[in-house]
């Protein structure tokens, strides 16, 4: 098994659309008393105790950075915050990456068109053409016609706008989905140890009505903890 650039250098990169500038890492001590819950940036330059940055750049053990997850999956409770939809829009903070070489771009976007043109990734036109899956609209890509890429669109963009125009950034469009299905689940059959291979037919019991959610995992690791 191999994952083509078209997974990672593009499809998979789908994620970025979706993050938020900031979040509510936990509860702190009340569920429902916002001031003494924790809120932090992405990314904060000005974050600059080194052993307990101010933000969520990660890499540093500390009790109040521990993660609520009624924050970010639905435990029926109504705390959960929804995510940023699948679209051509990115978070400011990522305009700004910290820890980049000098001289090196700091824009998410920059970085990740380069890649594009670096590794040679064919347009999103071109890829939907040889998976046989409708193209979008030249109308739909207007905005990029003074830059010259309405009708070679890269491939990233591309995957982002689909899910935007073809369904409301709730998920992935046709080409975006594809690639991105087919990469993993060809990573899962070629995986001698996984489940795909050692017992196709096995389905998981836990969970209900023969469902099984990240909210099922939790629960069953036992890593969420009662909210004060």
Known sequence: ?????????????????????????NFGTSATDTTVQFFALLFDSSAVDPIDPADLRG????????????TFFDFGDGRA?????????????????MGQPPGEPTS?????LLRNLVLKVPSG??????????????????????????????LWFYVLREAEVTEDGRHLGPVG????????????KGDRQSYLRQ????????????SFSMVDLFKAADVVAALP
């Open 1 to 25: 098994p191999f994952i083509p650039v078209e997974f990672s250098v593009a499809a998979y990169r789908f994620g970025h659309s979706q993050v938020r500038p900031s979040y509510r890492g």
């Open 59 to 70: 890499g540093k053990r500390a009790p109040r950075r521990f993660i609520d997850w009624q």
């Open 81 to 97: 915050r929804l995510n940023k939809k699948i679209d051509t829009k990115l978070s400011t903070i990522l305009f700004a990456l």
């Open 108 to 112: 998410l976007a920059t970085r990740n």
């Open 125 to 154: 036109q071109r890829v939907a053409k040889a998976m046989k899956l409708p193209q979008l609209a030249s109308a739909d890509l207007d905005d990029l016609q003074p830059f010259h890429l309405r009708e070679r669109t890269p």
């Open 177 to 188: 989905g594809r690639i991105v299905a087919e990469v993993i689940l060809g990573l899962l």
């Open 199 to 210: 017992d196709p037919d096995w389905t998981p019991t836990y969970g209900q009505n023969g």
